[in-house]
């Protein structure tokens, strides 16, 4: 019963900021690589940012270096994207991914909808 569920979505002016949450259950969190994806109306889905299990190296989209944090706590199962200087770009359904690379094992969430307008 794996379970990702995404939280934090909302609306946003140009150049706020928001902080998602994805809390894992029913996986060994701290074995799992863990990244956030987003997918705007009628495109395909993109990689914004991921993180290694220990939290010891990050990697991020060229479009929001700089802007985008990804971190984890595997004390809570949980993986964070905080957004900073939003952009309406940055308007998409964001998704949690869990993964462990060394079997080809994914997980999905449900999204959380990010939403940047003037």
């Known amino acids: 019963q794996v379970r990702l569920v995404e939280s934090g979505g909302g609306s946003v002016q140009p150049g706020g900021s928001l902080r998602l949450s994805c809390a894992a259950s029913?996986?060994?969190?701290?074995?799992?690589?863990m990244s956030w994806y987003r997918q705007a109306p009628g495109k395909e889905r993109e990689s914004v940012a991921s993180i290694s299990t220990s939290g010891g190296s990050t990697n991020y989209a060229d479009s929001v270096k700089g802007r985008f944090t990804i971190s984890r706590d595997n004390a809570k199962n949980t993986v964070y994207l905080q957004m900073n200087s939003l952009k309406l770009e940055d308007t998409a359904v964001y998704y949690c991914?869990?993964?462990?690379?060394?079997?080809?094992?994914?997980?999905w969430g449900q999204g959380t909808q990010v939403t940047v307008s003037s």
């Open positions: 029913g996986i060994s969190f701290s074995i799992y690589h």
């Open positions: 991914k869990a993964a462990r690379i060394s079997v080809t094992q994914i997980y």
